[in-house]
């Protein structure tokens, strides 16, 4: 398994703006599909993004489609996702994870087997 910390999580107005990073410790992260999920106290962990080997293949999940851009640097392997327009309701701690399969960017919490820490965010009003 390959070892992820995100950061660059905090505290933001709501239509404001982050930046998270995910940093992988070794290259081999660049051999898999990369996932963001995030988890609010009380609730189910949910998929948000993910991006393939290539930097066009990218899928997101509808509530943050437009707002939320997922990409990679396979220079620094390091994985982003650069929050726009951000809403209270997507207050939550946000995960990076690495796909179980090269070929396949899953939108499961079973499609990844290496997981960060968390980063919390937090929109306020």
């Known amino acids: 398994q390959v070892q992820l910390v995100e950061s660059g999580g905090g505290l933001v107005q709501a239509g404001g703006s982050l930046r998270l990073s995910c940093t992988a410790s070794?290259?081999?992260?660049?051999?898999?599909?990369m996932g963001w999920f995030r988890q609010a106290p009380g609730k189910e962990r949910e998929f948000v993004a993910a991006?393939?080997?290539?930097?066009?293949?990218?899928v997101y999940t509808d509530s943050v489609k437009g707002r939320f851009t997922v990409s990679r640097d396979s220079a620094n392997n390091t994985l982003y996702l650069q929050m726009s327009s951000l809403k209270p309701e997507d207050t939550a701690v946000y995960y990076c994870a690495a796909g179980r399969s090269r070929l396949y960017i899953g939108q499961s919490q079973r499609d990844y087997g290496s997981w960060g820490q968390g980063t919390q965010v937090t929109v306020s009003l």
């Open positions: 991006i393939g080997l290539s930097s066009v293949s990218t």
């Open positions: 070794e290259r081999t992260f660049n051999s898999y599909p």
